[in-house]
């Protein structure tokens, strides 16, 4: 946006207060001043009445958009009109007029009361999911401590991170399949935690363990009932315990809606906010949910047993039951399906479930949709199915080997490669969300669900090798991580990876060891691949 552009859209706010104030018979007692928020690019207007003291917020763009675009002007005028007072009306504290539910930061400079204080205790290895969550509290109006936000360069983290924990209000100790068992100084913030609970009245609710999986709670934090943010209404029953929380330390806590007309109220921190009508659209608009594909005889399975799922002229199915699969679920039902032909035109790109190239890839149209495969004779060893509601299976045949062929007679099968079971979805992961919003157009959240079927009796071996050692078998038929992901990072696409390969080591009783073969943070990798 121009400095033109800027200066003109500040005249015109600034005209529009005045007028509005005349015709409401109240008097500016000083004149307009504005204040620029770098950090985080808004600006603050104030603007004085008869001795009361109101200001908005505006972020670049409302301040472009209410020179061009007519609509968003008449917004900002009924807003301006709404909280300018009338003669002998209360004083408003502060008025934002954000064109999305705003955040925590770049809170006016007045004075609030505090918000309650949440300490996110977590490891390494579960940081981008433990991010996610800092936005959500923080989008409730909650002030959590996290380490890669507080913590700045120079600092002695160490000391910093034990003055928070004693300086907190409720500890979330966050922990997954993969960082139960890591050692660290998330067990020194553990301990400490604990140390600090103890000094809590009884019944105080201070320590709450989240897991972020279906993972073991360590026994010493098996006192404190835990919490499954994985599933669905996980967040809600976290905010729950939070209000109780606050309530207990005189806190308000969240954001209390207020409806006036057509416009939404949201007070947040002794900031009340007005959204403009294109967000209440937004707010009042009911999403239909997703419907799902349902799975046929396994979880992998989107096709009857046997069934033949290659374009026209070929006779390919999937011969076994054992199989590994990946599906990418929107979370909102599209407007339209999209159309068939669309999804034939891009399906040849679609991203195959398969640790190795591949020579022969056929794509075409069956009655599911667009699919995309690869085959050995007359059996499908890899396909990537593409729905019109937006869903992408990828399934494959190959990953868990389940022919001897010429492999020893001492080696057991079915077996699986930890080596090909990480790599190989972590290459299909990104390939797969970028072809999904690059492609086809889809954009996240998303639901991902990765997992493996018909693997009672199945082997596990540490490397790609035929010769290294086995541990088994599987006492279940199936093994599967699902999990909502907000943002493709690659940090969120790591942790579904290393989520279900634990659950995998799980499953034949061991534990994956950290940093197997060099993931994360790299690419898992071998000598030579």
């Known amino acids: ?40 690019m808004v600006y603050w207007v104030e603007a004085e009445f008869d001795g009361n003291i109101k200001r908005w917020k505006f972020s670049y763009e409302q301040l472009e958009d209410c020179v061009n675009d007519k609509t968003v002007r008449r917004e900002l005028e009924k807003a301006i009109g709404f909280f300018v007072p009338s003669e002998g009306s209360q004083t408003k504290e502060a008025i934002s007029l954000q064109q999305s539910v705003p955040q925590a930061e770049g809170s006016p400079p007045t004075k609030h009361t505090r918000t309650l204080r949440v300490f996110l205790c977590h490891s390494g290895l579960d940081k981008p999911t433990v991010r996610t969550l800092y936005r959500e509290l923080k989008a409730e109006g909650i002030d959590p401590w996290f380490d890669e936000e507080e913590l700045v360069p120079g600092e002695d983290w160490e000391l910093t991170i034990r003055r928070a924990v004693r300086e907190t209000d409720v500890v979330l100790v966050c922990i997954s399949n993969v960082s139960v068992t890591r050692r660290g100084f998330a067990q020194k913030e553990i301990k400490l935690a604990l140390d600090v609970a103890d000094e809590q009245p009884e019944g105080t609710i201070f320590i709450i363990p989240v897991r972020l999986d279906d993972c073991a709670v360590p026994d010493r934090l098996r006192r404190w009932q835990w919490l499954n943010l994985f599933e669905p209404n996980g967040l809600g029953k976290l ?20 409806r006036v007309g057509e416009r939404v109220l949201f007070t947040k921190e002794g900031v009340e906010i007005l959204k403009p009508l294109n967000v209440i659209k937004e707010v009042q608009e009911v999403q239909s949910p997703f419907v799902e594909i349902a799975p046929t005889f396994c979880k992998a399975a989107y096709f009857d047993s046997g069934e033949v799922l290659s374009p026209p002229g070929y006779d390919l199915a999937y011969r076994s039951q054992t199989l590994c699969y990946l599906r990418l679920i929107p979370t909102v039902a599209l407007e339209t399906p999209i159309e068939l032909a669309a999804l034939k035109d891009v399906v040849l790109g679609a991203p195959l479930l398969r640790d190795s190239s591949y020579a ?19 059996t499908l060893s890899a396909s990537t199915q593409l729905f019109q509601n937006g869903e992408i299976w990828c399934v494959s045949a190959t990953l868990i080997r389940t022919e001897r062929d010429r492999v020893p007679g001492y080696f057991r099968v079915p077996c699986l490669s930890a080596f090909v079971l990480e790599q190989t979805y972590y290459d299909t992961l990104r390939r797969l969300a970028e072809f999904a919003t690059t492609k086809i157009g889809l954009k996240p959240p998303w639901t991902f669900e990765l997992g493996l079927t018909g693997v009672n009796g199945l082997y596990f071996n540490w490397e790609d090798n035929p010769f290294s050692p086995q541990v088994g078998p599987v006492y279940k038929t199936e093994i599967v991580h699902r999990s909502l992901l907000r943002d493709i990072e690659p940090g969120f696409l790591d942790e579904l990876v290393l989520t279900l390969s634990s659950k995998v080591f799980d499953s034949v009783g061991e534990r994956r060891p950290a940093d197997l073969y060099g993931f994360p943070p790299n690419r898992p990798g071998l000598a030579g691949r």
């Open 1 to 40: 946006m121009s400095s033109e552009e800027r200066d003109q859209g500040r005249k015109w706010i600034e005209g529009e207060i005045a007028k509005t104030a005349n015709e409401r018979e109240v008097r500016l007692s000083k004149p307009i001043t504005w204040h620029k928020d770098f950090d985080h």
């Open 239 to 258: 905010m729950t315990a939070l209000e109780r929380r606050a309530t207990e330390l005189g806190i308000k806590l969240g954001r209390e809606e207020i």
């Open 360 to 378: 022969s890839v056929l794509p075409g149209i069956n009655r599911h949709g667009a699919i995309t495969c690869t085959f050995t004779e007359s």
